[in-house]
């Protein structure tokens, strides 16, 4: 299984970018899919999941602002961030039940 995040990017604060996260191989359907990110000189933290029911949980500190979605037909998952702050700014991986990992996305929110 591969995972290719993308979508990352420099913006500023107040505004919006939406992460997709494609899978491509062979694989069963995974129990979870989620949204991780690591800052800068940081350990790498959970940020959203949804689960294969879709059920979606967020981190406190993204609640209200950001969406998790999944697209079947496409094998991708996405997160909508809206609304960004420049503490959202890290690396975003994807994780498939946290066995398989994308390569991140960098995403950069300052003035």
């Not at 949980?57 to 702050?85: E, F, P």
Request: glycine letters at 10%.
């Amino acid at each position: 299984v591969q995972l290719q995040a993308s979508g990352g990017g420099s913006v500023q604060p107040g505004e919006s970018l939406r992460l997709s996260c494609a899978a491509s191989g062979v694989f069963l359907s995974p129990n979870y899919m989620a949204w991780y990110r690591q800052a800068p000189g940081e350990q790498r933290e959970w940020v959203a999941t949804i689960s294969i029911r879709g059920d979606l949980h967020y981190v406190d500190s993204v609640k209200g602002r950001s969406t998790i979605s999944r697209d079947n037909t496409k094998n991708t998952i996405y997160l909508q961030m809206n609304s960004l702050k420049p503490e959202d700014t890290g690396v975003y991986y994807c994780s498939y039940d946290e066995r398989y990992w994308g390569q991140g996305t960098q995403v950069t929110v300052s003035t």
